[in-house]
C-alpha cells in the first residue's frame, strides 16, 4: 500500500531533495578542493636545495676537482732535493701534455730530453756544483769512469723517493680540495683515490714509453744551445778521460826528468837561486791542466804562477768551484781576467788562498817580481756577443802603460807587465822588460819596437772542449821563464808542448834570448814520441778571439 507523503514534506525522490543532496555534497569537498587548488600553485616543500645533477656532470666535476687537487699538492709538497754525481738537485714531478724530462742549468740554459710519453714530466733543477764532491773528482780523476754509474745510481735513488713523495702529495691534494668542496668524506676519498689511480697509470705509461737512448738527440736551449756541436766528441773525452789526465800528468813528470838528465845545452844552467815563473793561459775549464800545473810546480820548483786568463768558459758562477784548485798548486797564483772570464769569476778568485788577482794597472811584488796587469775590458762568453774590437783593449793597454809610468817614477818599476790580449799588452812597449799574454791559443815570441819582449802563451787547457772542434786537437801548451834575481831580466825559457785530447806526446825545448846566446841554436829535448814543430813567426795573423 504506498505511503502517502504528510502534507508540508518533499516527497525522497523529488527534484528538490536531489538539489539539495548535490550542494550539501559541494560544501563538503569544498576543502579538498581548495586544498587541491593551493598544492597546483604551491609545489610541497622538498629535502634538498638543489636539482640533482646529471651523472655525467657529477663525474666530469670529480675528475676536475681531482686534477686540480693532484696539481696543487705536487706544486706544494711535491718536489725533493736530491745529489745527482757532483751536483745537488731538486726534483719535481709536472702534469704535461707530452711528458719528457727537462733539466735546467741555470744561468747556462736547458737540456729537453724526449725519455717519454705520458701526462707527466720530470723536471730536475740544478742548484749548485757541491765543491767537495767536484773537488773529489779532480783529485781523483780515476772516478770519471764510475761517474756514468753513480749519475744512474743517484738518478734511480731520487726517482724512487720522488714517486713515494708524489703519491703522498696527489692523494692529500686531491683529498683536501675534495673534501673543501664537497664536504662530504667519501666524495673526498674517492677523490683522492682517483688521484692515485691517474698517477700510477701516467707513471706505468711513462715506464712502457721510457727511451734511455734519449740522451743521444737531445734539446739545447740558453747558453748550452752551442753544445750540440761538441757534444758527441765530448762524450768521448768523458768516457777516456781518467786515462787521459792521469797520463798527461805522467808525460810531465817523464819527460822533465828526461829533459834535466839528457840536456847538452852548456849555454845556460839555471841557477837554484834564479827566479822561475810558470806561465799559463786559457785553461778553458780543462780540470787536467791543474794537474798538470801541479807537476809542472814540483819538478820545476816554480816560485810564481801567472795566469792569463780565459781560465773559465762562459764565466759564470756555476763555474766557480773550478777555480778551488788554484789554493793547493804549491806557488804563488797570479792572474788576470780574460775575455771568456766575468766579474763573477774575477771576485770570486780574489777570495781564494794564495791567488792574486791584477786589473786596473794593478802592481803587486810577489816572488821576487814586481807585476802589474789589467784586466780584458770584453766579455764575450759566447758568439752571440759582438765583440768591441781593438779599440777597447788598446784602451786597457793604455790604462796599464800609465800604471807602469806612475810605479817608474815612484821608483818601483815594473818586471813583468799582464794582459789577455796581446793587443792591450804591446801598448806597454818601452815601459816594461817582459810583457805576458795569451788570447790565441798558439805561441809567439816577438821584440817589440821599444825593446819590450812580447811572449804569447797557447792554451794550457788545450782550448778546453773547443779543441775538438777541429780536425787535429789542441795542445797543451806552458812555459817555464828563468829571470835573473839581480837584474829582474830574462834569461832562458822552456817551453812545454803535451798531445792534445787522446794524444799521447810530450816536448820540452830551451830557448835563450839573442843576448845570451853563446853562437849555437838550442836543440830540443824530445819526449816520446813527437818533434817539436817550428815555432810561429812573429807577425803572424792571429785567430778571432776564442
Not at 242 to 258: D, G, H, I, S
Amino acid at each position: 500500500m504506498a505511503r502517502v507523503a504528510p502534507s508540508g514534506e518533499t516527497p525522497p525522490g523529488s527534484p528538490v531533495l536531489r538539489l539539495l543532496r548535490a550542494s550539501l555534497a559541494r560544501v563538503r569537498g569544498l576543502p579538498a578542493a581548495a586544498l587541491r587548488d593551493y598544492r597546483s600553485h604551491h609545489s610541497a616543500p622538498t629535502s634538498t636545495l638543489t636539482h640533482t645533477p646529471h651523472p655525467y656532470a657529477r663525474a666530469l666535476g670529480l675528475i676536475a676537482v681531482t686534477l686540480l687537487g693532484a696539481w696543487l699538492g705536487l706544486l706544494i709538497v711535491g718536489s725533493i732535493h736530491a745529489p745527482v754525481g757532483p751536483v745537488d738537485t731538486n726534483m719535481t714531478l709536472r702534469p704535461s701534455l707530452s711528458g719528457g724530462t727537462k733539466i735546467n742549468v741555470s744561468p747556462l740554459g736547458a737540456l729537453e730530453l724526449r725519455s717519454h710519453y705520458a701526462p707527466i714530466r720530470l723536471d730536475v733543477d740544478v742548484d749548485r756544483l757541491d765543491p767537495v764532491r767536484s773537488q773529489a773528482l779532480v783529485d781523483h780523476p780515476e772516478r770519471f769512469a764510475g761517474l756514468q754509474q753513480q749519475v744512474t745510481r743517484d738518478v734511480l735513488d731520487g726517482t724512487g723517493t720522488l714517486a713515494f713523495r708524489s703519491c703522498v702529495a696527489v692523494v692529500s691534494g686531491a683529498t683536501a680540495l675534495g673534501l673543501a668542496v664537497y664536504r662530504r668524506p667519501r666524495r673526498a676519498l674517492a677523490a683522492g683515490g682517483l688521484a692515485l689511480a691517474l698517477l700510477a697509470a701516467s707513471g706505468a705509461t711513462a715506464y712502457a714509453t721510457w727511451n734511455p737512448k734519449s740522451v743521444l738527440e737531445p734539446k739545447f736551449s740558453g747558453l748550452l744551445s752551442s753544445a750540440p756541436s761538441v757534444v758527441g766528441n765530448a762524450r768521448n773525452i768523458v768516457s777516456e778521460f781518467n786515462v787521459y789526465q792521469r797520463e798527461l800528468a805522467r808525460l810531465v813528470t817523464n819527460v822533465t826528468k828526461l829533459y834535466e838528465a839528457t840536456s847538452t845545452l852548456p849555454a845556460y844552467t839555471p841557477d837554484p837561486t834564479t827566479i822561475r815563473v810558470l806561465h799559463v793561459s786559457d785553461i778553458h775549464l780543462n780540470p787536467a791542466a791543474w794537474q798538470i800545473v801541479k807537476s809542472l810546480v814540483k819538478q820545476y820548483k816554480i816560485d810564481v804562477i801567472i795566469d792569463t786568463g780565459d781560465t773559465m768558459d762562459h764565466g759564470s758562477s756555476a763555474e766557480n768551484a773550478f777555480l778551488d784548485p788554484v789554493a793547493t798548486l804549491g806557488a804563488p797564483y797570479v792572474w788576470v781576467r780574460g775575455n771568456h772570464d766575468s766579474a763573477t769569476t774575477q771576485q770570486y778568485l780574489a777570495t781564494r788562498r794564495n791567488a792574486t788577482v791584477l786589473d786596473g794597472g794593478r802592481a803587486v811584488s810577489i816572488g821576487g817580481l814586481r807585476i802589474a796587469g789589467v784586466g780584458d775590458p770584453q766579455f764575450t762568453p759566447d758568439r752571440s756577443v759582438v765583440p768591441e774590437g781593438d779599440f777597447s783593449e788598446r784602451t786597457a793597454g793604455g790604462k796599464l802603460a800609465d800604471s807602469l809610468r806612475t810605479q817608474r817614477l815612484r821608483g818601483t818599476p815594473v818586471d813583468i807587465a799582464l794582459a789577455h790580449n796581446p793587443v792591450a799588452a804591446a801598448e806597454t812597449d818601452g815601459l816594461v822588460p817582459l810583457a805576458l799574454a795569451g788570447h790565441v791559443h798558439h805561441r809567439e815570441n816577438s821584440v817589440l819596437p821599444r825593446g819590450t819582449q812580447l811572449m804569447v802563451e797557447g792554451s794550457t787547457g788545450g782550448g778546453g772542449l773547443r779543441a775538438v772542434q777541429g780536425k787535429k786537437p789542441a795542445p797543451v801548451q806552458a812555459s817555464v821563464l828563468y829571470l835573473d834575481r839581480e837584474t829582474r831580466r830574462l834569461q832562458a825559457w822552456d817551453e812545454i808542448t803535451l798531445g792534445g785530447l787522446g794524444l799521447s806526446k810530450a816536448e820540452v825545448s830551451r830557448h835563450l834570448p839573442k843576448e845570451n846566446r853563446p853562437g849555437t841554436t838550442p836543440s830540443p829535448s824530445t819526449g816520446s814520441p813527437g818533434t817539436r814543430s817550428p815555432a810561429t813567426p812573429p807577425g803572424t795573423p792571429s785567430p778571432s778571439p776564442s
